[in-house]
């Protein structure tokens, strides 16, 4: 039976297969996993967009599932998700790009990102495709790379800056600040107790940046909230815990237990230590959210955060 389609902000129209009368055509489409959606996912997005526009079509994302909500970009205008098999997986590219892209999609140009490939075997590469849309009738190209400091934009190269806590480049490569969402959990309230209550974050998101302690803003009823999160399992408590994410919301008082918070990290402070009292702890808690005010006192912060 097909599914009606889901709404989401911006007017983006979200299809689960591509069975589906309401799919809008013709299109112009890209094809790719785009787990985070960094500069280079950025480029090819904006790519389609423009090329769209220019030709009366749809700019369109094909994913697969489970789809990362990051695809969810601002000027595309719908996302069509393929369920992703042991039969899928058996399909021949050339197949696809008749039965799916051409047949189905109508599709009248098609962007790869650099070494993307799909199909079986992976067959489905750029040069494939080129060779193929000569015989049906579309236009394909690779959108090139996007480098920063000698290296390529790509999600794997952003995963390892964030296990190394590097969040300052790692945000350079996204294009904005690396975003941890999760619901409040209680704790044991040791931060209230210590004049510092935090949010005991239970996370949604496969990547954590490294233990240690973090300047960020806190998404909080609308509005970007100053903020200090540790991320780590408390040494000065327990010997053993499991890692936690304990976010400090500057100026603001309120009960959050179970509410799901977003969280941006923008400056790596320090690495997470063990203290050998309670009042030698509070004393760095207290150097660390000086520091993290003195941070948001730079202009430039302000302005592109509008953190308060």
Do not use: C
Not at 60 to 73: K, S
Not at 213 to 228: P, Q
Not at 290 to 299: K, L, S
């Amino acid at each position: 039976m097909p599914q009606h389609p889901a709404t989401h902000p911006k007017n983006l129209r979200l299809f689960h297969g591509t069975d589906n009368a309401e799919i809008a055509r013709p299109t112009v489409l890209t094809l790719g996993v785009f787990d985070g959606l960094h500069l280079g996912h950025q480029l090819i997005m904006q790519t389609v967009v423009e090329r769209a526009h220019a030709i009366g079509a749809l700019p369109t994302v094909l994913t697969f599932e489970p789809h990362p909500r990051a695809v969810l970009h601002p000027e595309i205008e719908q996302t069509i998700v393929i369920h992703f098999d042991k039969t899928f997986a058996q399909i021949r590219a050339e197949d696809f790009l008749r039965d799916v892209i051409v047949d189905r999609l109508h599709a009248r140009e098609v962007y790869l990102g650099r070494g993307f490939a799909f199909g079986h075997n992976r067959e489905g590469h750029i040069n494939l495709l080129r060779s193929v849309s000569k015989d049906l009738g579309f236009f394909a190209a690779e959108v090139p790379e996007v480098r920063l400091r000698g290296k390529r934009v790509s999600s794997t190269r952003i995963r390892e800056l964030l296990n190394q806590g590097r969040v300052n480049l790692a945000r350079r490569m996204l294009g904005r600040p690396y975003g941890v969402e999760g619901r409040v959990v209680r704790g044991v309230e040791r931060g209230a107790k210590l004049g510092f209550p935090t949010a005991n974050l239970h996370p949604r998101n496969r990547v954590i940046p490294l233990n240690g302690v973090y300047v960020t803003a806190t998404l909080l009823e609308g509005e970007w909230r100053r903020s200090v999160t540790n991320i780590g399992t408390r040494p000065t408590f327990e010997a053993k815990a499991e890692t936690s994410v304990e976010t400090f919301v500057m100026n603001w008082s309120g009960d959050l237990y179970g509410d799901v918070v977003r969280v941006r990290f923008l400056h790596r402070l320090r690495d997470e230590k063990k203290f050998n009292s309670i009042e030698e702890l509070k004393s760095q808690i207290e150097r660390d959210v000086t520091r993290a005010q003195n941070y948001f006192e730079h202009v430039g912060v302000n302005n592109s955060l509008s953190a308060v």
